[in-house]
Nanobody
């Protein structure tokens, strides 16, 4: 049974930073591309970032480029999202996804599993 469990969200002041984690289980983690999406209150699901199965290739949405860094540790079946220079527009529930392939194109929504999400709130 595939499971994706996010953690690391919370309340942070504008300009602050957070690191989100996602623990994957029930599948061969190293064989699949992984990614992050987010959903702000009253808005649709927004793609944030994608990383290839080996971690050597990645892509970002323009809204987070230069501020967010995606990474993974296949030995630990873990996916990460380091976020800096956070602003109120980054407030959302952040979801970890498992893609169907090893390297989906930027912005791809071709994932087959999604976690329950972790809340990130940026506010003073």
């Amino acid at each position: 049974q595939v499971q994706l469990v996010e953690s690391g969200g919370g309340l942070v002041q504008p300009g602050g930073s957070l690191r989100l984690s996602c623990a994957g289980s029930g599948f061969n983690f190293e064989d699949y591309g992984m990614g992050w999406f987010r959903q702000a209150p009253g808005k649709g699901l927004e793609w944030v970032s994608t990383i290839s199965n080996g971690g050597g290739t990645w892509s970002y949405a323009d809204s987070v480029k230069g501020r967010f860094t995606i990474s993974r540790d296949n030995a630990k079946n873990a996916l990460y999202l380091r976020m800096i220079s956070l602003n109120p527009e980054d407030t959302a529930v952040y979801f970890c996804v498992k893609y169907r392939t090893w390297w989906p194109h930027a912005g791809s929504r071709d994932y087959d599993y999604r976690g329950q999400g972790t809340q990130v709130t940026v506010s003073s």
